[in-house]
């Protein structure tokens, strides 16, 4: 199993910046696709990005392309979010999860999460 650890919310303003961080402990992060997702108050879990095993495939959902950017450090068992130019429907908890297949966007195909860390966009 592999236990991961969200980390780098918090409150900007529109327009501002913030890198997630998600640290995995347990079994290596290089063992699975990584996935970002997203929930906010009333709303489903939305699927965000994902990143294969070496990191030469990315996905991300239309609504941040060009504005949010997934990576991964194998070597540090990290995978990062940056996010940029934020608007206020960014508002939401991001939570990092671990799975097998970086086709799926389906967030119940994800097996591991994190317990998510706030991001608050303010206009």
């Known amino acids: 199993q592999v236990q991961l650890v969200e980390s780098g919310g918090g409150l900007v303003q529109a327009g501002g910046s913030l890198r997630l961080t998600c640290s995995a402990s347990?079994?290596?992060?290089?063992?699975?696709?990584m996935g970002w997702f997203r929930q906010a108050p009333g709303k489903e879990r939305e699927f965000v990005a994902v990143?294969?095993?070496?990191?030469?495939?990315?996905y991300h959902v239309d609504s941040v392309k060009g504005q949010f950017t997934i990576s991964r450090d194998n070597a540090k068992n990290t995978v990062l979010l940056q996010m940029s130019s934020l608007k206020p429907e960014d508002t939401a908890v991001y939570y990092c999860?671990?799975?097998?297949?970086?086709?799926?966007?389906?967030?119940?195909?994800?097996?591991?999460w994190g317990q998510g860390t706030q991001v608050t966009v303010s206009s």
């Open positions: 347990g079994r290596t992060v290089s063992n699975y696709a």
């Open positions: 990143i294969s095993r070496n990191g030469g495939y990315t």
């Open positions: 999860a671990a799975g097998n297949n970086p086709a799926i966007t389906d967030p119940t195909a994800y097996p591991y």
